[in-house]
Nanobody
């Protein structure tokens, strides 16, 4: 089992940047694919980005391609989401998730979830 703790959220103006971090407990972080999801008020939780165990495969939802970058440092048990050129529509609670699969881009593909961190982008 793995426990996930997100950090780095906050309030930023449109066009600004934030870097989210997700720290995982346990010694087997490298055996999990990792993903980021987000949920805006009144909306379903949606996929944002995913990275495979070795970082060989990376996927993004179209809405964030070219603006967000997912990365991981297995030695630090941490996955990151660098968010640039933020837009008001990026406002949401961002969740980190871990999957026992090679990689996953849907919510049901993930087995463990963090509590989320709020990102608010003002116009």
């Amino acid at each position: 089992q793995v426990q996930l703790v997100e950090s780095g959220g906050g309030l930023v103006q449109a066009g600004g940047s934030l870097r989210l971090s997700c720290a995982a407990s346990g010694r087997t972080f490298s055996s999990y694919a990792m993903g980021w999801f987000r949920q805006a008020p009144g909306k379903e939780r949606e996929f944002v980005a995913a990275i495979s165990r070795s970082a060989a495969s990376i996927y993004y939802t179209d809405a964030v391609k070219g603006r967000f970058t997912i990365s991981r440092v297995n030695a630090k048990n941490t996955v990151y989401l660098q968010m640039n050129s933020l837009k008001p529509e990026d406002t949401a609670v961002y969740y980190c998730a871990a999957s026992v699969r090679d990689i996953a881009t849907v919510r049901r593909g993930y087995d463990y979830w963090g509590q989320g961190t709020q990102v608010t982008v003002s116009s």
